[in-house]
């Protein structure tokens, strides 16, 4: 049997309000929940990447270090689906696209460049999920695909340009692809590498 044979892998969808994680480290934060509550995971797999607590869609998971190692490299396209406060303006939209300053570590840090578009309504693959009301002004939707993968990356180009994140919603991984699926969903790949 060759090695890609003896390695799991899975796609999830990371629902909102979920740790990367299936062990929580953290002391002051006992009842967080964990990707081990969504589905009976082989016990040495693991995350490839994370998303943030607040933060949802596709996670890929694997036995596989070496595919984690490639996965996370700049090498591998990662597209998000962003709702913001107000409506994103073509301006902001080309700053994203150039790179922007933001702070990783305590450290100014310039983003590589990235493919960003607006979209004219809400992604319709998209499940519906309250953020805040219409009373508290517009919002819009638009896509970015980076190759990088700082801490709060997004969320922080977005902060930068004037336009905070409210939603974010990581829609593809290189060739995988979030589709059709729905929080808490999760899909053995059947990859040969």
């Not at 979209?119 to 896509?143: A, M």
């Not at 902060?159 to 829609?171: C, I, K, M, N, Q």
């Amino acid at each position: 049997m060759s090695d890609s044979e003896k390695h799991l892998h899975f796609k999830l969808y990371k629902p909102y309000g979920y740790l990367s994680q299936f062990v929580n480290n953290q002391n002051k934060r006992r009842n967080k929940k964990l990707l081990g509550t969504l589905f009976e995971f082989p016990e040495n797999v693991m995350a490839i990447g994370r998303l943030d607590e607040k933060s949802e869609g596709l996670l890929l998971l694997t036995t596989d270090g070496k595919m984690s190692d490639y996965i996370r490299s700049s090498q591998v396209e990662k597209e998000y689906y962003v709702m913001v406060d107000g409506i994103m303006t073509p301006l902001a939209l080309e700053k994203l696209r150039q790179g922007v300053e933001i702070s990783v570590e305590g450290k100014p840090y310039l983003t590589k460049p990235s493919v960003a578009f607006l979209f004219e309504t809400v992604p319709d693959n998209i499940p519906e999920r309250f953020v805040r009301d219409q009373k508290h002004g517009p919002t819009s939707w638009f896509s970015i695909t980076i190759t990088e993968g700082k801490f709060r990356q997004v969320r922080k180009m977005t902060a930068v340009v004037g336009f905070p994140t409210l939603r974010l919603v990581r829609v593809r991984i290189g060739d995988f692809k979030l589709n059709q699926m729905q929080p808490g969903d999760v899909k053995e790949l059947n990859l040969i590498l």
